[in-house]
């Protein structure tokens, strides 16, 4: 039963401390994606990786967040330092384009971590 | 600029009934079009899918049906279960853009025994 998976669940931190959350996608998966969950905004993208290079960062606060595919296994999102404003869920997503180029495609979320900033 | 609303934050349905859910979206370059269903504490998981060569997929209770005209589609489930009560999502996308989706805010259903 393929999954992607996120650690840590649940993360609880005081303001400007480094944060960082990890996903795995589904093995054999060529994209990434991260979003971030909140009450106001739903579901918004933050970053997105094609073949573990960087396609779409335009979502994310560039000062503070950074995404990197250190290996096709392994997705990290850091924050550094992290704001109150950062408390939300992050979910990572992982998919495979058919033809390789880039053609829309189902996405499969990891079950989030909701990061709390006091 | 929300190119994909869900304008109905929520729905309430009795068991048995057909459940609609509405989402419009303003990109004319979209082709492709899901529903994911959300759970408490857990991630979305795909529902079902369409390409804008189609105007209607169907699979169980659940059909979608895409009016690209006026840009909207819909979800309709029937019979609505208590099950059924999750948030639900309508995310777009188009091939240029390669797999990025854009989602809507979301419509929380409750299903009542």
């Known amino acids: 039963d393929a999954r992607v998976t996120q650690t840590p669940r649940h993360k609880v931190t005081e303001m400007g401390q480094e944060v960082t959350m990890r996903c795995q996608p589904i093995l054999g998966h060529n994209t990434v994606f991260w979003y971030r969950q909140t009450m106001m905004q739903g579901l918004e993208l933050l970053a997105y990786f094609r073949n573990r290079a960087p396609l779409d960062d335009s979502g994310m606060p560039k000062d503070r967040f950074s995404a990197e595919m250190p290996d096709a296994t392994l997705a990290t999102l850091k924050i550094q330092p992290s704001e109150p404003r950062d408390s939300a869920v992050y979910f990572c997503?992982?998919?495979?384009?058919?033809?390789?180029?880039?053609?829309?495609?189902?996405?499969?979320f990891g079950p989030g971590t909701r990061l709390t900033v006091l | 600029d929300q190119q994909v609303k869900q304008n109905s934050p929520s729905l309430s349905v009795q068991e048995g009934r057909i459940s609609i859910l509405n989402c419009d979206y303003t990109n004319s370059m979209f082709d492709y079009f899901l529903w994911y269903k959300k759970y408490p504490a857990e991630g979305p998981t795909f529902l079902i899918s369409i390409s804008s060569i189609k105007d209607k997929n169907e699979d169980g209770r659940f059909t979608v049906f895409l009016n690209k005209s006026a840009k909207h589609l819909s979800l309709h489930i029937v019979p609505s279960q208590p099950g059924d009560s999750a948030v639900y999502f309508c995310a777009s996308g188009y091939k240029a853009a390669g797999n990025k989706l854009t989602f809507g805010g979301g419509t929380r259903v409750l299903v009542k025994p």
């Open positions: 997503a992982s998919g495979l384009t058919a033809d390789g180029k880039g053609a829309a495609d189902t996405q499969y």
